[in-house]
């Protein structure tokens, strides 16, 4: 997708759409599908739910709209275009560290995704396994019992080579397509499949709508209780809007720098934001009503999306088939994420190192995998291992939780509270405005959100989330 181009002679976009997509693609993912509706039932629903609304559009929107700014201007890597900003504005050259915390939060974010990812190949293949065995008529797992196709789940989380084997395929995959370079087939695929997928994401949640406990799952997403609203659950909220947008790891800053002058980046974060926004809520919409028609535990973690899903499959006619589409689309929004997310760090490897891109790959898909393999195993034989037990926050989680956590909860928030600095404070208002695509009272108020209030709320939430 990203054709010779731009005046610069720099790789690039060959049209705006394609960097919309290229960048939904990137944020559309199991972010989205899976850790969205596992968030808003681990933290109570309607107030999660709303205050990530209001994160979306008061925090998220104009960070975006940063970072993408910062990759426009500098046209290089992260680090090299936050330093570019930083010196064109007479500030220190070492505003690259803003990048820099991106890119290793990027490195733990890819460890335990492609785990995750791992989870959506072995449902899979529990559907074609299904395929060969009953055919495509009826719906799927016939005859099977929901607390056995539930069990499915568990099984897999307790089998530790299956866990890692699984997890390493995914990441393999991933690095294939980061060596081979990231234009080639898998946005095209992306393209292609992604439209499909929301066809079929929105016709199961019209289904769920009618067969499931639909008055039931609105009610808990979308019936807002103050009391609900903890630090905790603010911070996750945060976290999660980060984590969808894929903000604070340096990844929309890298997709920025391969956009057009002639872009207006206001417009397309608002585009990116919206689409991003509405695929989670979609999701929630999807999965909850049979999470409480199944009479399934809301708070259920990161099962929650496997553990239903397959279920509403059984019922549906053409099941087998229609459930082993979805997963496949579902490996690839998780690709297209997983790839845009291993090539941030491979990116930076290759400036910092002059290093071929194939060598730079390797080395970090073999940290990843040590990192995942540790990951996948804190849920069987290394679930006693609590990495940062001694933090309250972290206390009683294994590997998996703890690198999920540090990212959204820890790194995301501090990296857009840089960001925000960077471009709010420290940068040159004029580079700034004659990026930005804003004017009149939208510009100021972007101004005022990106120097004060993003800031200010984000270290608020930050403090009470650490502390309570
Ligand atoms: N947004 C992605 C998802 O929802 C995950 C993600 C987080 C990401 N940060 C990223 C992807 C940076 C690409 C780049 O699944």
């Known amino acids: 997708m990203a054709a010779a181009g731009g005046a610069t002679g720099r790789e ?137 196709i539930r069990a499915f789940f568990p099984d897999l989380l307790g089998n530790a080579g299956l866990m890692v084997g699984l997890n390493l395929v995914f990441l393999a995959v991933t690095g294939f397509f980061v060596i081979r370079g990231v234009s080639g087939g898998i946005e095209v695929m992306a393209v292609w ?23 039931e799952a609105m009610d808990f997403l979308f019936t807002f ?11 996750a909220a945060v976290g999660q809007a980060f984590f969808s947008l894929s903000l604070g790891v340096a990844g929309m800053v890298t997709y920025g720098s391969y956009v057009g002058r002639d872009v207006n980046l206001a417009g397309t974060s608002t585009i990116i934001a919206a689409a991003d926004t509405s695929v989670a809520l979609i999701s929630g919409v999807c999965i909850f009503p049979i999470v409480f028609a199944a009479g399934l535990a809301v708070d259920g973690g990161p099962g929650l999306m496997f553990q239903t899903i397959p279920v509403a499959f059984q019922s549906i006619p053409g099941g087998t088939i229609v459930g082993l589409l979805f997963f496949l689309m579902v490996t690839v929004a998780a690709l297209t ?33 040590i990192l995942g393999t540790l990951a996948a195993l804190s849920f069987n034989t290394l679930a006693d291992f609590h990495p940062l037990g001694f933090i309250p926050l972290f206390e009683g989680q294994g590997m998996f939780d703890v690198l999920d956590g540090v990212t959204a909860k820890l790194f ?54 650490l502390t309570s």
């Open 337 to 369: 994420s997983s790839v845009a997310l291993l090539e941030v760090p491979t990116a930076w490897a290759m400036e910092k190192f002059k290093a071929s891109r194939r060598t730079c790959a390797l080395s970090v898909i073999i940290a990843a995998g």
């Open 193 to 215: 499949l992604m439209p499909v997928f929301f066809v079929l994401l929105v016709a199961i949640t019209i289904y769920g709508a009618f067969g499931g406990a639909f008055g």
């Open 412 to 465: 995301m928030p501090i990296g857009a509270i840089l960001v925000c600095i960077l471009v709010g404070w420290i940068a040159d208002a004029r580079l700034v405005d004659s990026e930005n695509g804003l004017d009149g009272a939208l510009h100021i108020f972007w101004r005022f959100l990106v120097r004060w209030a993003c800031p200010i709320v984000l270290a608020a939430i930050l403090f009470v989330g």
């Open 12 to 148: 690039g976009w060959s049209s705006k759409t394609a960097f919309v997509l290229a960048a939904i693609g990137s944020a559309v993912g199991l972010g989205n599908l899976w850790r969205f509706p596992a968030e808003a039932g681990e933290n109570g629903g309607g107030a999660f739910v709303l205050f990530y609304i209001f994160c979306v559009l008061l925090i998220g929107l104009p960070v975006l709209l940063s970072e993408t700014l910062i990759g426009r201007h500098g046209q290089s890597s992260p680090t090299l275009s936050a330093r570019k900003l930083a010196v064109e504005s007479g500030a220190s050259p070492y505003w690259e560290a803003v990048a820099g915390i991106g890119v290793l939060a990027a490195f733990l974010i890819v460890s335990f995704y492609c785990v995750v990812g791992g989870w959506v190949l072995y449902y899979v293949w529990q559907f074609i396994a299904d395929l060969m065995n009953s055919g495509v008529s009826g719906g799927a797992f016939k005859g099977v019992e929901i607390d056995t």
């Open 225 to 235: 209780e103050p009391e609900k609203l903890t630090g905790e659950v603010m911070l």
